[in-house]
């Protein structure tokens, strides 16, 4: 069963304007999220965290919002630049516990047009 | 500081053989895991090691396996290999277990024949 869900497999956005990247998780037990960037022949580079006890995280162009009781989160890139194509993995785990192992969704592809 | 470096980077190997896959994670970082990507089923858990210990595991056969050096340095096995076992396997590594912040290496790609 797949516990973290990423329905899009792919976005096309324009240069400048927002992408949103959704992600819903199934896993009540979750309670501390991550989002990934990943380019072709590369690792997966950590974007940007948020922990159960918050609604939003925000840095720089990244904001994550959460919404705890939907199980549901979303990713927003403002402005989006055309570096920012790549794809996107949304990663959940129980915050520190001893399954503190990520779960991850299948991704998202993220296609920013100049 | 280095990041997470991964030898070899890329490995074919045919099927019954196996292989060694290993693993520097960042300095001071004493926590490595393993991880599967596949088309299919995108990212998925293998083991964890802290201390040279297996903290954790995933629902792999055991024929994968891995180990963890004094130095924090972790090697990761897989046995009898299967055409399946084509895929990328990342290691990611993190200070210690109270992090949840994991950090990824470039990823071994192998391919079976």
């Known amino acids: 069963d797949q516990q973290v869900k990423q329905n899009s497999p792919s976005l096309s956005v324009q240069e400048g304007r927002i992408s949103i990247l959704n992600c819903d998780y199934t896993n009540s037990m979750f309670d501390y999220f991550l989002w990934y960037k990943k380019y072709p022949a590369e690792g997966p580079t950590f974007l940007i965290s948020?922990?159960?006890?918050?609604d939003k995280n925000e840095d720089g162009r990244f904001t994550v919002f959460l919404n705890k009781s939907a199980k549901h989160l979303s990713l927003h890139i403002v402005p989006s630049q055309p570096g920012d194509s790549a794809v996107y993995f949304c990663?959940?785990?129980?915050?520190?516990?001893?399954?503190?192992?990520?779960?991850f969704g299948k991704g998202i592809t993220l296609s920013v047009r100049p | 500081k280095a990041g997470v470096t991964q030898t070899p980077r890329y490995l074919i190997k045919t099927r019954g053989q196996q292989v060694t896959l290993s693993c520097s994670p960042i300095?001071?970082?004493?926590?490595v895991s393993w991880y599967q990507q596949t088309p299919g089923q995108g990212l998925q858990f293998l083991f964890e090691y802290f201390s040279e210990t297996q903290r954790n595991k995933g629902n792999f056969p055991g024929r994968f396996s891995g180990r963890q050096f004094s130095n924090s340095r972790s090697e990761m096995n897989v046995s009898t290999l299967e055409l399946g076992d084509s895929a990328l396997y990342l290691c990611?590594?993190?200070?210690?277990?109270?992090?949840?912040?994991?950090?990824f290496g470039p990823g071994t790609r192998l391919t079976v024949l």
């Open positions: 990663a959940a785990t129980q915050d520190t516990g001893a399954n503190s192992k990520l779960t």
């Open positions: 990611a590594s993190r200070p210690g277990t109270l992090y949840n912040e994991q950090f």
């Open positions: 948020i922990s159960s006890i918050k």
């Open positions: 300095s001071g970082h004493r926590s």
